[in-house]
């Protein structure tokens, strides 16, 4: 499966196109900075680590932060003590306002606020869902397999959306694992338990 998705990747279909974009002089933001363009930068982690939206005063650029018919992909990535949910949680609560968001996909959201919480909530029925499926030992791999999702079963996804899937459901599992809810069991692979 692995194989297959890094052959599917946009980095791997659209390597010269990425190389463009690395070489590209850009500039670092900080949160907080105003941009000459009258922009407000707003560092948002989650979805990826360093996740920026932009303010102006008619709205909010939110990229993927804050999609309006999805749910952002929250996925694990290999920095040492960044627990993708936490941030991503976090970061959402940071930017529930009352206000019109652009998202990068989709169309425009009326008010930010009203999705903020929608999003929350369902990471808490996506969280309550992982700690059912734990009746005994379960890797990451059965947990995101069984677990109910909005675009189908785990068996009709295409390896793009399974590695999503088991991604996501990792995620979660990091935060419950912060939160003491569960533990993992290291042995030739890692377990999960309540």
């Not at 190389?19 to 000459?36: A, F, H, M, N, Y």
Request: hydrophobic share 40%; proline share 6%.
């Amino acid at each position: 499966m692995a194989e297959t998705f890094l052959k599917l990747h946009p980095m791997a279909r659209l390597r010269k196109a990425f190389e463009d974009v690395w070489k590209l002089p850009w500039r670092s933001v900080k949160d907080g900075d105003l941009l000459d363009c009258g922009l407000k930068a707003v560092l948002t982690p989650g979805r990826t680590p360093s996740h920026v939206v932009y303010v102006a005063d008619f709205g909010v650029f939110t990229g993927d932060h804050v999609l309006p018919k999805i749910t952002p992909n929250i996925s694990w990535h290999p920095i040492l003590g960044f627990n993708p949910l936490r941030e991503y949680l976090q970061s959402l609560r940071k930017v529930a306002w009352n206000t019109r968001a652009f998202p990068a996909h989709g169309d425009e959201m009326p008010d930010l606020s009203n999705r903020v919480a929608e999003l929350l909530s369902r990471h808490e029925r996506r969280l309550a869902d992982v700690l059912k499926l734990l009746k005994e030992p379960t890797t990451t791999y059965q947990i995101a397999q069984r677990m109910a999702w909005d675009a189908g079963p785990f068996e009709q996804f295409d390896v793009y959306n399974k590695i999503f899937a088991i991604g996501e459901t990792y995620s979660h599992l990091l935060y419950l694992e912060e939160q003491g809810a569960v533990r993992r069991i290291e042995k030739d692979v890692v377990y999960w338990t309540r």
